[in-house]
């Protein structure tokens, strides 16, 4: 089966990679940037599966629109309820900051399968990477409790 690759970014992409997903359809999207090293590295094909009505679990590689109405693929980090709708937290692997909470109805899908070549591809979704995926937010989840502790006892300093 032949494949065509169309840029991301190219007017009405994200539209109509949105409007495929909606229908259950699965796509090959390839990445560019650093952000998600070193898991996914710019130039990689990754398959962005629907969600399906399921709820994306913390650690999972989404495909959102930003804030700035942007494709991004960055890992779900932490998730929070406010005025009754739901906000997710993303960050990529390499990035130093968070990107903001979201609306979760900017979620167009979930990374499921890194593409290699020779019709090849590695699960995201088996135990392993699972695994993986909980750790690597646990790690940045405890280096921001970390800073945020430092911080404080730099504001009020332990009397002795």
Known sequence: MSHSVIGIR???????????LRQGFSVHIRVSGDS????????ELVEVAPLRDARPKLGDILFVRSRQNTPLVHRLIWRRNQNGISHLLTK????????????????????????????????????????RAVLSVSRVLLAHA???????????????
Not at 13 to 18: I, P
Not at 36 to 43: C, D, Q, S, V
């Open 146 to 160: 970390w800073r945020k502790l430092n911080a404080y006892k730099k504001e009020y300093p332990p009397s002795i």
């Open 36 to 43: 998600m090293k070193p898991l996914l590295r710019g130039g």
């Open 92 to 131: 990529g692997d390499a990035c130093a900051g968070f990107d903001g909470f979201i609306p979760a109805n900017k979620v167009i899908g979930r990374v499921d399968r890194i593409i290699i070549a020779d019709q090849k591809s590695i699960s995201l979704q088996v135990p392993l990477m699972r695994l």
């Open 10 to 20: 190219e007017p009405g992409a994200l539209d109509l990679v949105q409007s495929l």
